[in-house]
């Protein structure tokens, strides 16, 4: 839903419609593009994945290994038909951006690239995944400029979300000599960095007003989720797992905020 969702209600809010576009896009974004996301991540992280206590839950699982080339046939079997009517149906600038999310997609995760083990950048390109289709949308739409506020809120969210996330693996991932924006600025500095990304995404949703003011306020939830590791060491980070746990049923509620502030403010202006 953090894929479709962002999709779907931009490309009705700023002036699409129930065309064949978004029935294309929002399915997409649901299905597909998640097991490309995904699994790419399984398949290249396996190695790591089998090492990580936190799998096999709720916040992951390890494929077996005979299953990845299954998951690969099916990543590209079900996502090239859908890429190739987007492409027909898209302008080429909007083509440009759905490119430039796909290639961001496989280049967190692919061996050679690795995004995601590169400090900042792997922040950077996570965020991208979800972001991604929003500004998708936006490019089909032609860019209009009221939404990139939002585009940039949310950006920002993902940009604290993958660091806070981050956190609780700086033990294991230096361990397993693998690098990220947590192993390299440190458990205390990422935490202060996702703190103050989630405060700057609910200032930028708050100043626009109207309904959009309860939205950001909503998210400063997540700020308090965070706070209580600003001063965290490396050697407890483990600890943060706590409130990781925490931001997967947060994202419910306060996603049920947004989405009653978007339908209100959809219905009352139209």
Same mark, same amino acid.
């Given at each position: 839903?953090?894929? +479709?969702?962002?999709?779907?209600?931009? $490309?009705?809010?700023?002036?699409?419609?129930?065309?064949? #576009?978004?029935?294309?896009?929002?399915?997409?974004?649901?299905?597909?593009?998640?097991?490309?996301?995904?699994?790419?991540?399984?398949? !290249?992280? $396996?190695?790591?994945?089998?090492?990580?206590?936190?799998?096999?839950?709720? /916040?992951?699982?390890?494929?077996?290994?005979?299953?990845?080339?299954?998951?690969?046939?099916?990543?590209? @079997?079900?996502?090239?038909?859908?890429?190739?009517?987007?492409?027909?149906?898209? =302008?080429?600038?909007?083509?440009? *951006? @759905?490119?430039?999310?796909?290639?961001?997609?496989?280049?967190?995760?692919?061996?050679?690239?690795? !995004?995601?083990?590169?400090?900042? @950048?792997?922040?950077?390109?996570?965020?991208?995944?979800? *972001?991604?289709?929003?500004? $998708?949308?936006?490019?089909? @739409?032609?860019?209009?400029? /009221?939404?990139?506020?939002?585009?940039?809120?949310?950006?920002?969210?993902?940009? +604290?979300?993958?660091? !806070?996330?981050? *956190?609780?693996?700086?033990?294991?991932?230096?361990?397993?000599?693998?690098?990220?924006?947590?192993?390299?600025?440190?458990?205390?500095?990422?935490?202060?960095?996702?703190?103050?990304? $989630?405060?700057?995404? =609910?200032?930028?949703?708050?100043?626009?007003?109207?309904?959009?003011?309860?939205?950001?306020?909503?998210?400063?939830?997540?700020?308090?989720?965070?706070?209580?590791?600003?001063?965290?060491?490396?050697?407890?980070?483990?600890?943060?797992?706590? +409130?990781?746990?925490?931001?997967?049923?947060?994202?419910?509620?306060?996603?049920?905020? *947004?989405?009653?502030?978007?339908?209100?403010?959809?219905? #009352?202006?139209?």
């Amino acid at each position: 839903m953090n894929t +479709a969702y962002p999709f779907a209600v931009t $490309y009705l809010v700023i002036g699409g419609g129930f065309d064949p #576009l978004f029935f294309i896009g929002t399915l997409f974004f649901l299905i597909p593009y998640n097991l490309a996301m995904y699994g790419i991540n399984d398949v !290249f992280d $396996y190695e790591s994945d089998i090492r990580n206590p936190r799998k096999n839950s709720i /916040e992951g699982a390890v494929e077996a290994k005979q299953f990845h080339p299954t998951i690969l046939w099916a990543t590209a @079997l079900t996502t090239i038909p859908f890429v190739v009517a987007m492409l027909l149906l898209g =302008s080429w600038q909007a083509n440009l *951006v @759905l490119l430039g999310v796909l290639f961001f997609v496989v280049a967190y995760s692919l061996k050679g690239l690795r !995004f995601k083990e590169i400090a900042f @950048l792997d922040s950077i390109t996570s965020s991208l995944h979800f *972001v991604g289709p929003m500004i $998708y949308a936006i490019a089909v @739409l032609g860019f209009k400029p /009221e939404a990139w506020p939002f585009a940039l809120a949310l950006f920002l969210w993902g940009l +604290a979300s993958h660091a !806070f996330g981050a *956190v609780q693996d700086v033990i294991p991932d230096r361990e397993g000599k693998l690098h990220s924006i947590a192993t390299v600025i440190g458990a205390r500095a990422t935490v202060w960095f996702s703190a103050i990304l $989630y405060l700057a995404a =609910s200032i930028v949703i708050s100043l626009q007003g109207g309904l959009s003011i309860i939205a950001g306020i909503s998210g400063l939830l997540y700020v308090a989720n965070v706070a209580p590791y600003l001063f965290v060491a490396d050697s407890t980070s483990g600890r943060a797992n706590k +409130a990781w746990r925490r931001f997967i049923w947060l994202n419910y509620g306060v996603g049920a905020v *947004v989405t009653m502030c978007i339908v209100a403010s959809y219905v #009352l202006f139209i």
